[in-house]
């Protein structure tokens, strides 16, 4: 069975810095792209960063220069470093992945559980 599973998460202060992971296990076929969202309270869910499968990424304009994602050396976990975090940042982060379970399988979409980011003073 293919699961997401985020850890990382906790509470920090303005300016403070922090790195997410997200582990994938079942062993599926092929897994990218993989995404970081994120949903603040009273907001919608928000892309905040994506690796495509050329290795490419692509965030969103506000986390620009502060957040970084990147392939751990295992295939199956990605990570988010955020630095210079911003109480907007405040949210539950949640790891996203395309994945074929099978070589002739179709992707689909996983999501993990979603991890608790606070940033306060």
């Known amino acids: 069975q293919v699961q997401l599973v985020e850890s990382g998460g906790g509470s920090v202060q303005p300016g403070g810095s922090l790195r997410l992971s997200c582990v994938v296990s079942?062993?599926?076929?092929?897994?990218?792209?993989m995404r970081w969202y994120r949903r603040a309270p009273g907001n919608e869910r928000e892309l905040v960063a994506t690796m495509y499968v050329d290795g490419s990424t692509d965030y969103t304009d506000s986390v620009k220069g502060r957040f970084t994602v990147a392939k751990g050396d295992a295939e199956n976990t990605l990570y988010l470093e955020m630095n210079t975090l911003k109480p907007a940042d405040t949210a539950v982060y949640y790891c996203?992945?395309?994945?074929?379970?099978?070589?002739?399988?179709?992707?689909?979409?996983?999501w993990g559980q979603g991890t608790q980011v606070t940033v306060a003073v």
């Open positions: 996203n992945a395309d994945i074929r379970r099978w070589s002739y399988s179709i992707s689909q979409a996983y």
């Open positions: 079942g062993n599926p076929f092929s897994i990218l792209p």
